[in-house]
């Protein structure tokens, strides 16, 4: 019993003898590979280069990006900066119109050449804003984007959901709305009665 707890002893004292010898030799591993990780200097100096150039470029872009939009805001704010007030004008075209249809009897006269008169210039003025009426044709199919219906009415000659007739003008300024058209959609043909089926039997 003596003698296995002595070889034990010695086997543990060779053990403890040979730490450090692993260790060293672990050391030694690790400062290698630390050094083969190491760039050579003027790698270094190129990935920091290139690095630098990169975000050289990339600032570059966003300044320019940033250029554009601003100069496309500005130009924006000019062509729609009056929108209200072209809005607001509107309802006086309107009026001015129905006041124009109903002098239609006296063409002829001072007055209604005088009318005459101002709405060109209204109109003038408009052309010269960018405001286009929006052209709609009796039938077409009804738009959401670009008309509001306000009427539906039956119609054995237009087809249902199409454009029966314009009820108020819309008008654009380029490529934005400033007011929808207002219209009279169909419904399609009108449903016939229960008495009106009777009739048509006899």
Known sequence: MQENTSETAKENEELVDDLPAENEEAQETTEQAAAAEELDPWEQLEQEAAQWKDKAVRATAELENFRKRMA?????????????????????????????????????????????MVLQQIESFLASQNVEEIVVADGAEFDPKIHEGLLQEASDSVEKGHIIRTVRKGYKVGERLLRPTNVAVSTGPAEESPAEDTEKSE
Do not use: C, H, I, T
């Open 72 to 116: 496309r805001e500005k130009q924006d704010a000019v062509r729609y900066g009056n929108m209200r007030l072209l809005e607001e004008l509107l309802p006086v075209l309107d009026n001015f119109n129905m006041g124009m249809m109903a002098a239609e009897k006296e063409q002829g006269s001072m007055l209604y050449m005088g009318m005459n």
